[in-house]
């Protein structure tokens, strides 16, 4: 019995998202009144109520309606079914995308010292053990998101089934496909975000891909609303996507590369907000993961990726996150999921909280 809400999403996309939204009413009701807070505990640069950032929110709407009309069907039918508003479920869904609001220039001077994110791996079938390839990550946001985590279990009329980690209200996180095509993200914070496509749409149309060429197009080739680095891994072939909202850079991996916060890519460096980390963490988790894969080429499973997750150096700003003693949970930075996936067996195992104190459940499409 899984301890994680699993969600059954069929039928048409407004029917799907109806389902998520009776399935989880009260905690997107929960979830739409609270969050606010949230992002205005972590960013300085925000003195607006809920009102003024949803109105902000909506000048994605047009960008979303022409990239996928069915993804904004279903965000109606989720308000529809939870008995929100449809501006709540389109302000849900854009919450990465408010870590751009900050003036260029200002970064870490706005931000709790506390903040840092997500470090996500990428193992090729030449690094795996047996020839196998793995993708996943530590998810690290304030522990307050911990709460509403989901795992949607979606057969569309159309395309190929999904395995989508989300949060309650959000169309999706991270998953895999009965494609192959397996994707996990690191949130990156470039000075040239705009209104555009924000990041849940972009992971849900790679996807619903059939191929991994296409699943890697929805992320480099949109008209996208801020950076996010996008891993994808299927049909043999493994990328690291650095994305700003115009530009992209794609990162040579030899058997096997990590990501955490930071731009890696020499093109990519011009575009990240000066500062924005505020310390050094997301430097060392990126060298801690890289040297961790390249030490156990060839030997990488489920079992030494897990190890990986569990890693503490730099605590507790590190791959295990963990807030300082005492933080608030709406500011205190932790890892509220861990994934480990095969995309071509078509499994995941997904920890809730931090995988150094709680357990891995499988779940297969």
Known sequence: MSTIPVIELTGTPFERGVAHGRALGDLIAEFVESVTSVHQMNNGFIRVDKDRLETFCMKNLGFLEKFSPEL???????????GVTFKEILYLNSFLELEDLRAPGIGGTVLPDGLWGC???????????????????????????????????????????????????????????????????????????????????????????????????????????????????????AFCA???AAYYQLLDIDGSIAHTNHFVGRDMRRFETPNWLSHGGSMVRKQVADNFLKRHRGALNPEKLKELTRDHTNYPRCICAHGFPGEDPKTAFHTVFAVIMDPEAGWLELCSGNPCENTYERHVL
């Not at 904004?72 to 939870?82: C, K, L, Q, T, Y």
């Not at 494609?179 to 975000?193: L, R």
């Open 119 to 237: 470090t996500t791996f990428n193992v090729t079938r030449d690094a795996g053990e047996g020839g196998r390839a793995y993708i996943g990550q530590t998810y690290d946001m304030e522990k307050y998101y911990e709460r509403f985590l989901c795992l949607l279990r979606i057969v569309p009329e159309q395309g190929p089934a999904q395995l989508v980690i989300s949060f309650a209200g959000i169309l999706g996180l991270v998953g895999l496909n009965a494609a192959g095509v397996g994707a996990v993200i690191n949130k990156v914070t470039a000075t040239d975000a705009r209104p555009g496509v924000v990041y849940p749409f972009i992971m849900r149309r790679a996807l619903s891909s059939e191929r991994i060429g296409d699943a890697l197009g929805a992320a480099i080739f949109s008209p996208r609303a801020g950076g996010i680095n996008y891993q994808f891994a299927g049909s043999g072939v």
């Open 242 to 244: 650095e994305t700003s």
């Open 72 to 82: 904004v069907e279903e965000m109606r039918g989720i308000a529809e079914g939870a």
